[in-house]
Structures are given as C-alpha cells and as structure tokens.
Nanobody, 119 residues
C-alpha cells in the first residue's frame, strides 16, 4: 500500500509565496512521475505541473514561470511564487508508483491541500 501526505497549503496574499510538499511512503519500488493538479470550486481538476524521475518537467501555461516543481525519490515539491487569486484551489499530489507487490505502475492521489489567495 502507498500513502501520500501533503502539506504546505494555506492563505497568502496575492503576490506571495507558498511551498507545497507531498511525501510518498509504503511498499514502493519506484516512482515514475510525480505531479500536482488543482481543482477550484465549480471547475474541473487540471494539471499544474509534473516531474519525471529523469528530471523532465512539464507545466501548465498558466503557471509557467511562477510555479516550480521539484522532487527527489519519494517527495515532490511545488514552489509557488507570485501567486494570483486565480491560483486558489485545492491542490492534489499525483504519483505513478510501482510497488514491490505488483511491479505494475498505478496512480495514487493525495488528500488535497487548500491554497487560498487573497486579492
């Protein structure tokens, strides 16, 4: 079994910064892709950023240049700078994990952390 624990959300003024983190634990053989998605009220969940285990990153156009994803073997971070009110959402960690039990990649989601940006 795999557990994802997110932290770092909160309330920040527009223009401010926050850092999110998501730590994976459990019977993990490898983690291929780690990333962040977000969902604002009344909207669909959307991709924010991803990072592969070889260092390739991908960003939504709306966050490129302001949000930075980084990771190590089992933890992924999202450094959020120059935050805007439209960045407010619940942010979800997303990982593609291979466990020793199955040796098959499977997607896991974190519980979500709220980011609120005041204007």
């Amino acid at each position: 079994q795999v557990q994802l624990v997110e932290s770092g959300g909160g309330l920040v003024q527009a223009g401010g910064s926050l850092q999110l983190s998501c730590a994976a634990s459990g019977n993990i053989e490898s983690i291929n892709v780690m990333g962040w998605y977000r969902q604002a009220p009344g909207k669909q969940r959307e991709l924010v950023a991803t990072a592969t285990n070889s260092g390739v990153t991908n960003y939504a156009d709306s966050v490129r240049g302001r949000l930075t994803i980084s990771r190590n073997k089992k933890t992924v971070y999202l450094q959020m700078n120059s935050l805007k009110p439209e960045d407010a959402a619940v942010y979800y960690c997303n990982t593609e994990v291979v466990t020793y039990a199955t040796h098959i990649p499977r997607i896991y989601w974190g519980q979500g952390t709220q980011v609120t940006v005041s204007s």
